[in-house]
């Protein structure tokens, strides 16, 4: 996957995941791709800053310190169904959680201790997912253990029929 920063006609910047830049021109001239905050299709890849690996941990550690420090916003949806765009973005964002936890192991509560065991080289390698919290996600992130959030909630095995 590949994150552009974007930009509308009105300057609203936000993210965009794509799985290449041929996939980004083909959702844009699908109409697909919308700013968040206006709705606005007239979307531009916005200049971005390179990579600096040396730094990432601690980068996305301050990003979620700062997101935290943020008010909790409320997305415009309507009590209609939601546009076509919208619900298609969702299933695609389903079905490659979905891709991606078929092979990955649940570890529940232990996430955050699991992760380490496996960075440390103390478990064997292997993909895992699980429950772990904020300030938990930022320590391993300061410690320079990749971790991502998932955009959609995971049942813990036992709880599922």
């Given amino acids: 996957m590949i994150v552009f920063d974007l930009s509308c006609h009105n300057d609203h910047r936000f993210e965009g995941w794509f799985s290449s830049s041929d996939d980004f021109a083909s959702q844009q001239e699908r109409g697909l791709v919308l700013c968040p905050h206006c709705g606005s299709e007239e979307i531009i890849k916005a200049p971005m800053a390179p990579a600096v690996p040396a730094k990432a941990n601690r980068q996305a550690a301050e990003f ?3 997101e935290m420090d943020k008010p909790v916003r409320k997305a415009p949806i309507t009590n209609g169904p939601l546009p076509p765009e919208v619900s298609q973005a ?7 959680q979905a891709k ?5 192991k649940w570890v529940g509560k232990d996430f955050a201790e699991k992760s380490r065991a496996i960075h440390y080289g103390e478990d064997d390698k292997e993909t895992i997912h699980g429950e772990a919290t904020l300030e938990e996600a930022k320590d391993l992130l300061d410690e ?3 971790v991502s959030p998932l955009p959609f909630p995971v049942s813990p095995p036992e709880d599922l029929n």
């Fill in 100 to 104: 991606a936890l078929k092979d990955s």
């Fill in 90 to 96: 969702m299933k695609k964002l389903a079905e490659v």
């Fill in 144 to 146: 320079g253990i990749a």
């Fill in 64 to 66: 979620v310190q700062s």
